[in-house]
């Protein structure tokens, strides 16, 4: 734990094969260290300069004035020891090696070289992080290993073997309203492995939900009580990639993964209670529910907006992902039967929003008076709200009432009568067809919802799946 938060909160970082070449990984680190208002001393190191991003450099670490508790490694994999051998004299903790091309390569000298490396890291008390990872992004410490990234803190923590795929997920979990406490990738995890991080944001006060996406373990046994620990102390939702032979001789290839069988690594995450995702689009989607909503035990929706078929496409989405959709009780009915007499005894769950047209409702709040209704009812467990996309008004018609939809939402939202989910499609169009109003609209209301920090999703498909997973969580949790 003190050497994780040595490497979290480190008083110096130095970063060896620092460089002004923009193409190159020294450059980058030393940028982004810039770019993200580190707050501690930075020391690029590269014998062939005097100054790299107006930054002083040194030839080496010996040479450097000050204590450094944390560097990274942008050399090649033969100047590794070299630099290992100078961390002691500064007091380095932990060094994190962006260095790859070893045993990933399957070739033997390449595999003994990373041994002769953790041998040496042992014998002079240095942890590594890595090889052939990106390392660490954490923005309340301005520590980041990629570009253009949230600057603005979260409680999503991760652990990630893969750096593409970590960078992956903070990138499509920004869209979603997601910010990160803690992001590690690992890589090949010679030292520190999986089990470690997980232990690290178990404990971590900053982080409330955990990522993980693993190709393989070092030490299962390790992994599956590491597992264990942190999903009693808070949501654990993975990925295990290489599933199929394809997938399986990729990770071996690219960590060096011994990946296991996909039988194997559903039965841990089962026992452990972590939550397994897919793919990459699914995680979000299901941080975005722990990230966002209250727990929910019951699986009881009530849908409302859209026209007629999106309303039975909603509620068959819903009850094939394991949802409840129950009638309206006969109390909203007979409140509908005092406000709406029209159309009283036609509406139904999910709620046409096509059948309200032409009808003047007396509802105190317009049109959001129906998902109220459904939201004091103690017969529902969580609405699903959907915004239409198909635009059958004019312009300024559907673009004034898509906006009431939205701000209706958010007021909801806001009394927490009921855990609300939005759907709101993200279009599959390209760079002519995004001008369109319609597309730009849906986009400027998606933004709206997501700020709000409601759960929103491009498809009911998608949200009612989360909710399933979410709620058969909680159920899990409440009977432990």
């Not at 051998?85 to 903790?93: E, L, N, W, Y």
């Not at 045993?103 to 590594?128: P, V």
């Not at 570009?147 to 979990?173: C, I, K, N, W």
């Not at 939809?405 to 609300?420: D, F, R, S, T, V």
């Amino acid at each position: 734990m003190d050497v994780l938060e040595a490497a979290f909160h480190p008083r110096a970082i130095a970063v060896a094969g620092a460089s002004e070449t923009p193409f190159s990984f020294g450059y980058h680190f030393v940028r982004h260290l810039l770019d993200y208002h580190y707050p501690g001393d930075i020391y690029p190191v590269n014998p062939a300069h005097k100054v790299i991003l107006g930054l002083k450099a040194y030839p080496d670490l010996t040479s450097i004035p000050g204590p450094i508790d944390y560097v990274i490694c942008c050399l090649p994999a033969s100047k590794v020891l070299d630099l290992l051998a100078q961390c002691p004299s500064r007091g380095v903790k932990v060094v994190h090696l962006l260095t790859a091309r070893f045993s990933e390569t399957g070739r033997r000298e390449a595999a003994d070289l990373e041994t002769k490396i953790l041998q040496e890291a042992r014998r002079l008390n240095i942890r590594l992080i890595g090889p052939n990872c990106m390392g660490i992004y954490y923005p309340r410490g301005g520590i980041a290993q990629g570009y253009d990234m949230p600057q603005e803190a979260g409680t999503v923590g991760a652990v990630f073997q893969s750096g593409g795929l970590s960078d992956t997920l903070v990138r499509y979990g920004e869209v979603q309203g997601l910010r990160f406490s803690k992001v590690i990738s690992y890589g090949n995890a010679l030292d520190l492995d999986e089990s470690d991080f997980l232990r690290y944001l178990a404990y971590d006060d900053e982080t409330k939900v955990i990522a993980a996406y693993f190709e393989g373990a070092k030490d299962g046994r390790k992994l599956l009580n590491a597992l264990a620990s942190a999903a009693r102390a808070k949501p654990v939702i993975a990925i295990k990639g290489g599933r199929g032979t394809a997938g399986i001789k990729a990770a071996a290839t690219h960590t060096a993964a011994i990946a296991g069988s996909d039988s194997m690594w559903r039965t841990a995450f089962k026992k452990t209670g972590v939550v397994q995702a897919r793919d990459m689009s699914e995680l979000v989607d299901f941080l975005v529910a722990f990230s966002y909503l209250p727990p929910i035990r019951g699986k009881r929706v009530a849908i409302v907006g859209g026209g007629g078929g999106m309303s039975v496409t909603a509620a068959d989405a819903c009850e094939e992902a394991g949802l409840v959709v129950p009638p309206l009780p006969p109390e909203i009915r007979e409140e509908l039967r005092a406000k709406a007499p029209e159309v009283w005894d036609w509406l139904g769950n999910p709620v046409d929003g096509s059948i309200m047209g032409g009808i003047s409702l007396d509802f105190q709040s317009g049109p959001g008076q129906i998902p109220r209704m459904l939201a004091r009812s103690p017969q529902f467990d969580l609405i699903v709200a959907e915004i239409a996309e198909e635009a059958p008004l004019p312009e300024e018609i559907w673009t004034a009432i898509v906006r009431m939809q939205a701000e209706e939402m958010i007021n909801l939202h806001g009394e927490q009568l009921k855990p609300l989910v939005a759907v709101v499609s993200d279009g599959k169009f390209n760079s002519d067809q995004f001008q369109d109003w319609r597309w730009k609209l849906l986009a400027e209301v998606r933004a709206r919802l997501v700020a709000a920090h409601i759960p929103t999703y491009s498809t009911v498909g998608e949200a009612a799946k989360a909710m399933r997973r979410f709620t058969d969580y909680w159920q899990m949790r409440a009977e432990t």
